[in-house]
């Protein structure tokens, strides 16, 4: 699920930054999945050690 939220936020970013659409809220919406993503990579080494 977090996989393609992400990869749905990707495109929807390449594409405002193609056309030039909402570039703010795009650029605002891929830092916080990129954080998300972030959060979940370290949860799930702490998970494993």
């Given at each position: 699920?977090?996989?393609?939220?992400?990869?749905?936020?990707?495109?929807?970013?390449l594409l405002?930054?193609?056309?030039?659409i909402g570039?703010?809220?795009?650029n605002l919406?891929?830092?916080?999945?990129?954080?998300?993503?972030?959060?979940?990579?370290?949860?799930?080494?702490?998970?494993?050690?």
């Amino acid at each position: 699920m977090l996989w393609t939220i992400i990869i749905i936020i990707l495109v929807l970013w390449l594409l405002g930054l193609i056309a030039d659409i909402g570039g703010g809220l795009i650029n605002l919406l891929l830092i916080v999945a990129l954080v998300v993503f972030i959060f979940q990579m370290l949860n799930m080494r702490k998970g494993k050690s």
